[in-house]
């Protein structure tokens, strides 16, 4: 689907969407767990979709309770099924790669099918440590074959390819009613979505340490308890409305979402921030000037979801505004170190491709023009706040891709005063 954006300014107020990062975790820990689990969620998408596909494939009985905005998870309601379809959810993909060899019985074997762009993100952790293991694992076009067994015990993995496959060791080993531990060999990027992880199985009352002296974590033994959870309001999509001048309700000012941390920066551009933010317990404001002249730096390693909206609201500043460390950027559903380039390009404005991120020019206003969204959900969202700040319509080509993490973009948009048209 392509849109068209007008020029008009958002107003008024919304309810952050429940968080993806949040829900996956939670659905993924209920399915694991010893008896059946409430997860309060009152919106979907395609990859939260995905991830409750999983889980009723892993066994589970998942009952929709509209009335409570809520889902009911009864595990081992049935036998697990021979095929997966996560679509291209890397999230899903990533929690239920070794959950399912957790789960695999002796000569048994599973499919997973993956969509999009999916199909040609890496994998290779997990494959390096199932060589180790002597898992048996095939990848050919959009299947991924298992069969094997992972146990309980002592197991390694790097930290600076995607905190998901940390997560996702962790929740499969914390099933297995043993301790285990897996140890870093690299510095952990993006450590909050793990702290994420941790968070979300304690309140299933699996306890999981961090050692920073051994850099591990340490799993005690004990099964994953069930109980009711209720999501939290999602940080990555309300940065795209605050950035345009929107308040956001139903958010969590002291929540361990990497990117509520796009706050401090949002400060540094001179954005207002919120006073209930700023009475949060670790919140730092900037103490960086927002002179012309000063360059502000925005590290990419801990919150690359944010990076495009981010990238955004710099460009509406005056100054120049340099993205570092964002080596993984180029890791997602699109390489959102080209994909961004190009979408600020497109708009206008002076920005610069380097090894690792880009350095922009900001404060010169937006025309208008035709975005490529590569079919990425976050450059698609964040072309159409674009468009309400531009001079002239801008085109965004293929917006549909919205649907990955919130299928209801475009209506909140319109609520609040945007006008789009589909093409």
């Given at each position: 689907m392509d849109i068209q954006i007008m020029p008009h300014s958002l107003k008024g107020s919304i309810s952050a969407i429940p968080s993806k990062s949040d829900a996956h975790r939670a659905l993924f820990a209920a399915s694991l767990a010893n008896g059946p689990s409430t997860i309060y969620l009152d919106r979907l998408s395609k990859d939260l979709e995905a991830t409750l596909t999983c889980i009723e494939g892993l066994g589970c009985l998942v009952h929709h309770d509209s009335d409570q905005k809520a889902y009911h998870i009864l595990p081992d309601a049935h036998?697990?099924?021979?095929?997966?379809?996560?679509?291209?959810?890397?999230?899903?993909?990533?929690f239920l790669i070794p959950i399912l060899a957790s789960r695999l019985e002796k000569n048994q074997q599973v499919e997973i099918l993956r969509q999009g762009s999916l199909i040609n993100r890496t994998n290779q952790p997990y494959?390096?440590?199932?060589?180790?293991?002597?898992?048996?694992w095939q990848e050919e076009g959009p299947s991924i074959w298992l069969s094997g067994k992972l146990?309980?015990?002592?197991?390694?993995?790097?930290?600076?390819?995607?905190?998901?496959?940390i997560s996702g060791l962790a929740l499969a080993l914390a099933h297995l009613n043993k301790a285990s531990q897996i140890k870093l060999t690299s510095p952990l990027e993006s450590?909050?979505?793990?702290?994420?992880?941790?968070?979300?199985?304690?309140?299933?009352?699996?306890?999981?340490?961090?050692?920073?002296?051994?850099?591990a974590y340490h799993l005690l033994d004990g099964p994953i308890q069930a109980a009711p959870y209720q999501v939290e309001g999602d940080w990555s999509n309300a940065l795209f409305f605050l950035v345009?001048?929107?308040?956001?309700?139903?958010?969590?000012f002291d929540s361990l979402q990497a990117d509520r941390q796009a706050l401090s920066y949002l400060d540094k551009l001179g954005y207002p921030i919120p006073e209930s933010a700023r009475q949060s317990t670790d919140y730092h404001p900037s103490k960086t000037s927002t002179a012309s002249n000063q360059i502000v730096e925005i590290d990419a390693r801990q919150l690359p979801d944010a990076i495009p909206i981010l990238t955004l609201a710099a460009a509406r500043k005056a100054g120049i505004t340099r993205i570092v460390n964002g080596q993984r950027l180029r890791?997602?559903?699109?390489?959102?170190?080209?994909?961004?380039?190009?979408?600020?390009?497109?708009?206008?404005?002076?920005?610069?491709?380097?090894?690792?991120?880009?350095?922009?020019?900001?404060?010169?206003?937006?025309?208008?023009?035709?975005?490529?969204?590569?079919?990425?959900?976050?450059?698609?969202?964040?072309?159409?706040?674009?468009?309400?700040?531009?001079?002239?319509?801008?085109?965004?080509?293929?917006?549909?891709?919205v649907s990955k993490s919130y299928p209801h973009f475009f209506d909140d948009f319109q609520k609040l005063g945007g006008i789009y048209h589909v093409l």
């Open positions: 036998s697990m099924k021979r095929h997966f379809n996560v679509g291209e959810s890397g999230t899903s993909l990533r494959w390096d440590l199932f060589d180790q293991l002597g898992i048996y146990e309980a015990g002592n197991y390694q993995l790097p930290g600076n390819v995607s905190s998901q496959f450590a909050a979505y793990v702290d994420m992880t941790l968070a979300s199985l304690k309140e299933f009352s699996k306890r999981i340490d961090f050692s920073h002296q051994t850099q345009a001048g929107v308040q956001v309700l139903n958010l969590t890791l997602k559903e699109s390489d959102r170190i080209e994909s961004t380039v190009a979408l600020m390009q497109a708009l206008g404005v002076y920005i610069q491709a380097e090894a690792d991120g880009f350095i922009l020019q900001g404060g010169q206003g937006f025309h208008g023009g035709i975005v490529d969204t590569f079919q990425d959900h976050r450059i698609a969202m964040t072309a159409a706040i674009a468009g309400s700040f531009a001079q002239e319509p801008v085109i965004i080509k293929g917006a549909d891709c």
